[in-house]
Nanobody
């Protein structure tokens, strides 16, 4: 059974950093990608970044690429999202999700509908 478990959210002051984790289990192969998405109250779900497991290629939503870094620990089968210089507008529930690896491309916006397996989400609140 495929499962994704996020962790690492919390309350942080503006300008601070957080690292989110997405631990994956139950995959029969590595032909998948992990995407990070977020959803703020009253707003649409938006793409943040994605990581292709087979070749390690990553993509970012243009507005995220300067402050956010996606990476993977192969031994732990965990994908991380390092978030730096956080702003109040980054406040949202952050989700990781899995999809066939070709879904992960430079066209992140709107691709959340193609992701098949989702974690439970982790709350990130940026506030002083």
């Amino acid at each position: 059974q495929v499962q994704l478990v996020e962790s690492g959210g919390g309350l942080v002051q503006p300008g601070g950093s957080l690292r989110l984790s997405c631990a994956a289990s139950g995959f029969s192969s590595e032909d998948y990608a992990i995407g990070w998405f977020r959803q703020a109250p009253g707003k649409e779900r938006e793409g943040v970044s994605c990581f292709r497991i087979p070749d390690g290629i990553s993509y970012y939503e243009d507005s995220m690429k300067v402050r956010f870094i996606i990476s993977r620990d192969n031994a732990k089968n965990t994908v991380y999202l390092q978030m730096n210089s956080l702003k109040p507008e980054d406040t949202a529930v952050y989700y990781c999700a899995a999809a066939p690896f070709r879904v992960c491309s430079s066209r992140i916006r709107g691709t959340w509908v193609e992701y098949e397996t989702w974690g439970q989400g982790t709350q990130v609140t940026v506030s002083s």
